[in-house]
């Protein structure tokens, strides 16, 4: 579970359990319950809350944390469970709180907006199978305190307990926050209680930077000598100072203040660079959701990544056992060893394989273990050596950090070299997404593949570079009247076509694009059995009625216009092959507003056909923090317009237009000509790197505001003879 470092995170801590049901602690029981809560938090001895100031500093900021304190405690106690279905005997019953209290000076109407209404669910429980039964409640607790001092706390009578969800069994509280101002101070608390068999408390995140400045940042946890527990402080995380109380229970406690540094909007990635603790406590009743870690109690501070790593590959291993070819397999393992005549090829063969047959639930909800773990038992079955690897994504600690099992991703590689991950998009064979390049990763070596033996090598893995992450847009635009008729073309390569390549092509596109090396013009009702047939073309039918629409918003989107008229649009290439690498679509459509009348002239917005493109402003132009962006990339554009008989566009206007800005971290260039009544417009933009250092903030300044003041310009096209 996070700790809050947005006052929108409230809402995604009570939204987390779902769906509940009530039980036999009713609204009477609830109402005593959060008032002794509130009772409690409000009591507690912590000196930032007891006398709160307002402060003058940060007053350019939407809000500034006057204080901050997250309190985590976990017990335990063993309980005796007969369950036939799973380890009859002692069982371990959690019980753990969170509480999460803010004080925040609300600085202007965005802030004022964001913590002025909250709706939650408030208490509920639920039973989890071969577990048993799970309780939730929660609580909210708002205080405002006004400039003059007085302190006014949101009665009780302000919360709204409402039934919803099935027979209304779910019991949701709901407030909106009387009388806040902007200038007020809102001290405001959630408390999180859950109790659960053998079920351990969910993780803990602890931020130690947020989007606005700290001044004071208190966590104290307590758990359980019997847990196993452990935490991983990264990015400069300041450590716990540990002890332990009377019962020799661990006490964990940190406080920092005065966090001016806050986390940049863009291009910046809080897993990376933001001071984070992660703390895990973990569950060792049950003989089959045992780690190495958790086998042993108590509390270890910053434990080598390689006691983690050996419970991932023992995780690994076990799972692999399970793993049975079903017929079907079997019959492309043997075709692939039939058509191809090296082990890279018929790789590529039943990596296709699987993911075709994936297509029924869509990738975006494919589990990327369990392909691995199918791809591994093909490869062994057609005896083609790989080895095994696990890494971590950008969103999560590196793996010679690692903080939990659960938190790596899995990877085959080849002696040839060449890396096979789940697909998380329409990617070809040995391709990985943006999130993986450059990761460090750990490879087995065993030539037995005894995952939990070793010997492992230390890997990083490959990088795109500018040129591998290609957009490329060659657009043909008619002006008619002021209405501009267009026809694109718009092929997307590499890391590029990542997010529109899960949603844009249809399934039935998806499968005939990953089966152009095994069955040509093979669809996806081939995968199915005949009696599907009409549920296929329904759903086939529907989702090219979807892919217009959703063409239709892309050209909305990149445009930034509230509607379009389209015309014919399609898919052209899908991009699963290195035949066919790109995704490539093509649209005809009609903007408006990109030309208008000026007496007998017309003005063309010409930079606006590159696209909207980014604006940097404010306080966003200031910056502290290194910049870590998505891909490096290069975008190109190819754009003629058919002026009307008679119209031209003077020479000064074409040399107004040509630029060219090209330092250490990219370039853009644009060059316009005119001949034969066409415009025509070839520009690039290139950013050469994924990361750079905060010195260089000023080059990309350079270069993004030259593209924004392009897109801005216009030019004027005349009626010749004047």
């Known amino acids: 579970m996070m700790i809050l470092k947005h006052p929108a995170l409230f809402l995604l801590v009570f939204m987390v359990f779902s769906p509940l049901t009530a039980n036999a602690f009713d609204k009477n029981d609830y109402k005593e319950y959060a008032d002794n809560v509130r009772r409690r938090i409000w009591s507690q001895d912590l000196p930032e809350f007891l006398h709160p100031q307002h402060t003058e500093r940060f007053a350019d900021k939407s809000e500034v944390v006057i204080a901050a304190y997250d309190e985590f405690v976990a017990n335990k106690k063993d309980v005796f469970a007969l369950n036939l279905l799973?380890?009859?005997?002692?069982?371990?019953?959690?019980?753990?709180?969170?509480?999460?209290?803010?004080?925040?000076?609300?600085?202007?109407?965005?802030?004022?907006?964001?913590?002025?209404?909250?709706?939650f669910l408030a208490y509920a429980s639920r039973r989890v199978p071969f577990y048993g039964k799970m309780e939730v409640r929660k609580v909210l607790g708002v205080r405002i305190i006004k400039p003059d001092g007085t302190v006014r706390e949101v009665s009780t009578d302000d919360y709204v307990l409402t039934s919803e969800g099935r027979k209304g069994k779910d019991q949701r509280q709901k407030l909106a926050v009387p009388g806040l101002e902007v200038g007020d101070l809102i001290d405001l608390f959630t408390f999180r209680f859950t109790s659960a068999k053998d079920i351990a408390p969910e993780p803990m995140s602890f931020f130690f930077v947020s989007d606005f400045p700290i001044l004071s940042y208190r966590v104290h946890c307590e758990i359980d000598k019997d847990l196993p527990a452990h935490y991983r402080t990264l990015n400069g995380a300041p450590d716990f100072t540990v002890t332990t109380n009377e019962a020799d229970d661990y006490l964990l406690d940190v406080h920092v203040k005065d966090v001016e540094r806050t986390e940049p909007s863009l291009w910046y990635s809080t897993a990376m660079q933001t001071p984070i603790t992660l703390l895990y406590v973990q569950s060792a009743s049950l003989p089959y959701n045992t780690t190495l870690t958790s086998r042993s109690k108590g509390l270890k501070s910053n434990p080598h990544a390689d006691v983690l790593q050996a419970d991932d590959w023992e995780y690994w291993n076990s799972r692999q056992r399970f793993i049975a070819l079903r017929k079907k397999d079997k019959t492309a393992v043997k075709e692939a060893l039939e058509k191809f005549d090296n082990d890279e090829q018929r790789a590529d063969y039943l990596y296709e394989y699987i993911y075709a047959y994936l297509m029924d639930s869509r990738m975006r909800d494919v589990n990327s273990s369990d392909f691995i773990m199918a791809l591994r038992a093909c490869l062994d079955k057609a005896r083609i050596p790989c080895q095994c690897g696990i890494t971590t994504t950008e969103g999560r600690e590196p793996i010679d950090e690692l903080a939990y099992y659960g938190n790596t991703t899995w990877f085959l590689r080849l002696p040839s070299g060449k890396y096979y991950f789940a697909p998380t998009f329409a990617c070809r064979p040995g391709e990985l997404p943006y999130q993986l390049q450059g990761r460090k990763a750990v490879v087995c070596t065993n030539e037995k593949q005894k995952l939990t033996e070793g010997p492992y090598e230390s890997i990083t893995l490959p990088q795109n570079?500018?040129?591998?992450?290609?957009?490329?847009?060659?657009?043909?635009?008619?002006?008619?009247?002021?209405?501009?008729?267009?026809?694109?073309?718009?092929?997307?390569?590499?890391?590029?076509?990542?997010s529109l390549s899960v949603f844009l092509p249809t399934r039935d596109e998806l499968v005939k694009s990953l089966m152009e090396h095994h069955s040509p013009g093979k669809t996806r009702l081939d995968l199915f059995d005949k009696k599907y047939a009409e549920v296929i073309a329904e759903q086939d039918a529907e989702e090219l009625k979807s892919q217009k629409e959703l063409m239709k918003e892309e050209v909305e989107v990149y445009y930034d216009v509230e509607s379009v008229e389209m015309g014919e649009a399609r898919v052209l290439t899908v991009g699963t092959t290195d035949e066919k690498p790109a995704l490539s679509y093509e649209a005809g459509f009609v903007l408006?507003?990109?030309?208008?009348?000026?007496?007998?002239?017309?003005?063309?917005?010409?930079?606006?056909?590159?696209?909207?493109?980014?604006?940097?402003?404010?306080?966003?132009?200031?910056?502290?923090?290194?910049?870590?962006?998505?891909m490096p990339l290069c975008d190109k554009w190819d754009i003629t317009v058919c002026l009307p008989e008679g119209f031209t566009v003077d020479a000064s206007e074409l040399e107004r237009l040509r630029t060219n800005v090209e330092n250490a971290v990219g370039r853009f260039s644009a060059i316009l000509s005119l001949e034969n009544g066409k415009l025509h417009l070839m520009a690039e933009k290139t950013i050469l790197h994924k990361c750079e250092p905060v010195s260089n903030w000023p080059l990309l300044l350079e270069l993004y505001d030259q593209l924004y003041d392009y897109s801005s310009h216009h030019i004027i096209v005349h009626q010749e003879g004047q």
Request: proline share 1%; net charge positive.
């Open 465 to 498: 570079e500018a040129k591998d992450n290609m957009e490329s847009v060659v657009m043909t635009a008619r002006i008619d009247g002021t209405r501009l008729h267009v026809d694109r073309t718009r092929q997307l390569t590499g890391a590029q076509r990542q």
């Open 592 to 630: 408006e507003g990109f030309v208008k009348r000026a007496g007998n002239d017309l003005t063309l917005s010409i930079g606006r056909l590159l696209g909207s493109q980014l604006k940097i402003e404010g306080q966003e132009r200031e910056r502290t923090a290194d910049i870590v962006r998505e």
């Open 86 to 119: 799973i380890n009859p005997g002692s069982r371990t019953q959690f019980s753990s709180h969170v509480v999460m209290r803010r004080m925040v000076q609300i600085n202007d109407k965005a802030a004022l907006e964001r913590y002025s209404e909250f709706d």
